[in-house]
Nanobody, 125 residues
């Protein structure tokens, strides 16, 4: 089992930036592919970005490509989401997720059995 603890988030004006972090603990001896998802009020959870264990493969939702960057530091068992040019449409609770597989995990949230606690990101206009 791996536990994921998120940090970062908060309130920012449109056009601003935020950085989310997700630290893994527990069975960190395995290789985990990671991802970020988000859920806005009244909407279903949606894929944001994903990264393989090596960091060599990444993927983004069309809505965030070019503005958000997913990265990881395996020495610190952490994954990050740098969010730039934020828009009020980005307002949501953001979740990091992990799967016990080194390969890129894809966009389906069912592929990720481990989840962080969620962190609120609010973008004001």
């Amino acid at each position: 089992q791996v536990q994921l603890v998120q940090s970062g988030g908060g309130l920012v004006q449109a056009g601003g930036s935020l950085r989310l972090s997700c630290a893994a603990s527990g069975r960190t001896d395995r290789n985990y592919a990671m991802a970020w998802f988000r859920q806005a009020p009244g909407k279903e959870r949606e894929f944001v970005a994903a990264i393989s264990w090596s960091g060599g493969s990444t993927g983004y939702a069309d809505s965030v490509r070019g503005r958000f960057t997913i990265s990881r530091d395996n020495g610190k068992n952490s994954v990050f989401l740098q969010m730039n040019s934020l828009d009020p449409e980005d307002t949501a609770v953001y979740f990091c997720a992990a799967r016990s597989d080194a390969y890129y995990g894809g966009t389906n949230d069912l592929s990720y059995p481990y989840w962080g606690q969620g962190t609120q990101v609010t973008v004001s206009s």
